[in-house]
């Protein structure tokens, strides 16, 4: 990684790490959870409605509710700050060493990894694992490719101490980059939180409490695959940019299978200021 680039990383979690310290705990997310079953299945699905509703545009990718508590949950120290940063510039070398041969992510530049890849998987962080402080949770990331968002969340999830519980799942076919995969946390000492499965979707038995996806199928290829991976109160969220044509996509998808799946969407603002959306699915399946 050149100087400037590292630099650029700087500043990106600089920025991060602001908006962490600026935002205030979600509703309490935590503490709702405690109150309808402590941690596990019980305490995610019970806290589902409690803030949904409430979900602002908010910079960052910080919801409303993430404001005005008695504190943040997602607030980190210098040290966990820096343990971060160490992992997403090893996580960046990992990408520009392969690159070239693997064909990992369409970037011209390095700035352009790190703002269009690495600072677009971590904004909306604080919305995906709002339902997750302080839970055991199993995280899945489908159609891994380069890691992401997975690998970003997972490194964040790391160094969050009320996020201890988050154990992720990289979902991947590829072997090529389902190796690419394995070395990056093995890297990253990321072994003991992250694991690689190598299998297509239609092949993944197990099911998750949080699923992402970026830049993967559209979802009516995917319904089927999903509602086995899912169950009552599982989250999933599809990052989207302005100019997707959502309303079409969560349309086939009822079409397809209808009242499988709970739909909503998330604004939020990406790093460079652009508006962003998650498209969240809560499974309703028992």
Known sequence: ?????????????????????????????????????????????AGL??????????????????KGGSGNPFRIGSASESALFEMLRV?????????PAYKLVSVKTEEELIERHIADSLAPAALIFRYALGNEIKFADLGSGAGLPGIPLSSFASVVPALQGVRCTLVERMGRRAGF????????????????????????SETFDIITFRAFRRLKDVAEGLK?????????????????DIR??????????????????????????DEA??????????
């Open 228 to 244: 086995k991976i899912t169950r009552r109160g599982s989250e999933v969220y599809v990052y989207k940019r302005t100019g997707e």
């Open 91 to 99: 996580f960046v070398n990992q990408i520009l060493f392969f690159n």
């Open 49 to 66: 409605d409690d803030c949904k509703s409430d979900l602002r545009s908010a910079e960052g990718g910080f919801p409303e509710t993430l």
């Open 1 to 45: 990684m050149q100087k400037s680039t590292e630099t650029l990383l700087e500043k990106f979690l600089s920025d991060f790490f602001l908006r962490l310290s600026d935002d205030e705990s979600a509703c309490d997310a935590s503490d709702s959870h405690r109150k309808n079953g402590g941690s596990g299945r019980s305490g995610l699905s």
């Open 277 to 286: 959306f998650l498209l969240n699915l809560t499974g309703l399946q028992d």
């Open 181 to 204: 995969l394995r070395n990056s946390i093995v890297q990253m000492k990321l072994i003991d939180r992250v694991q690689v499965v190598e299998k297509d979707l239609s092949d993944v």
């Open 248 to 273: 079409t996509e969560i349309d086939e998808l009822n079409a397809e299978m209808p009242g499988v799946f709970k739909t909503s969407v998330l604004p939020y603002k990406t790093f460079t200021g």
